[in-house]
T-cell receptor
Framework: GAGVSQTPSNKVTEKGKYVELRCDPI?????LYWYRQSLGQGPEFLIY????????DSGLPNDRFFAVRPEGSVSTLKIQRTERGDSAVYLC????????????FGQGTRLTVV | RKEVEQDPGPFNVPEGATVAFNCTYS??????FFWYRQDCRKEPKLLMS???SGNEDGRFTAQLNRASQYISLLIRDSKLSDSATYLC?????????FGKGTKLSVKP
């Protein structure tokens, strides 16, 4: 299919380890968003890319979190020294970037830090 | 104050009922507005955009009041399949900010 693809779908890691979460947006979508969602909560904004650059990274909770989108397509969310509180579903979305354009979501990566 | 606020519910209604959800946003420079639907353990999906003139899609009606920074969603003749979490979404400077969502449960 041509939807947003996120890998892995599930990730279990030990506290203190490094993880990378990947997002393949819909082809041609210039805007890419990362969110984190805990049970019973709405998606919490992390970072937004327009093309290759981070247009807004104000949602990243601390310097353990970092995201890149080097060629303006695939994006990787990187988490260093993972903590149990990082456990959540990490959602990626992409859109054409216009004001009224729909954002399409991937199915998310469920991260569990043990 | 959170950027986008919604009543978390849950709203438990019988089939056929009319239910209304409300949402307020804090950034007066916000540019566009949406309602998304999220089923349990699934990703959010666009339900409808919200325009100042108000817009309707079948049983769903969305309204925007820019002066009050208030958005609403009305669902008429509720179906069992409408059970989900409804997320209010605001776009500001390109960024998409979500509310916490309002959970709806439609009972037979």
């Amino acid at each position: 299919g041509a939807g947003v693809s996120q890998t892995p779908s599930n990730k279990v890691t030990e506290k203190g380890k490094y993880v990378e979460l990947r997002c393949d947006p819909i082809s041609g979508h210039t805007a890419l968003y990362w969110y984190r969602q805990s049970l019973g909560q709405g998606p919490e904004f992390l970072i937004y890319f327009q093309g290759t650059g981070a247009a807004d990274d104000s949602g990243l909770p601390n310097d353990r979190f970092f995201a890149v989108r080097p060629e303006g397509s695939v994006s990787t969310l990187k988490i260093q020294r993972t903590e149990r509180g990082d456990s959540a579903v990490y959602l990626c979305a992409s859109s054409l970037g216009g004001l009224d354009t729909e954002a399409f979501f991937g199915q998310g990566t469920r991260l569990t830090v043990v | 104050r959170k950027e986008v606020e919604q009543d978390p519910g849950p709203f438990n209604v019988p089939e056929g009922a009319t239910v209304a959800f409300n949402c307020t946003y804090s950034n007066s420079a916000s540019q566009s507005f949406f309602w998304y639907r999220q089923d349990c353990r699934k990703e959010p999906k666009l339900l409808m955009s919200v325009y100042s003139s108000g817009n309707e899609d079948g049983r769903f009606t969305a309204q925007l009041n820019r002066a009050s920074q208030y958005i609403s969603l009305l669902i008429r003749d509720s179906k069992l399949s409408d059970s989900a979490t409804y997320l209010c979404v605001v776009r500001s400077q390109g960024n998409l900010i979500f509310g916490k969502g309002t959970k709806l449960s439609v009972k037979p």
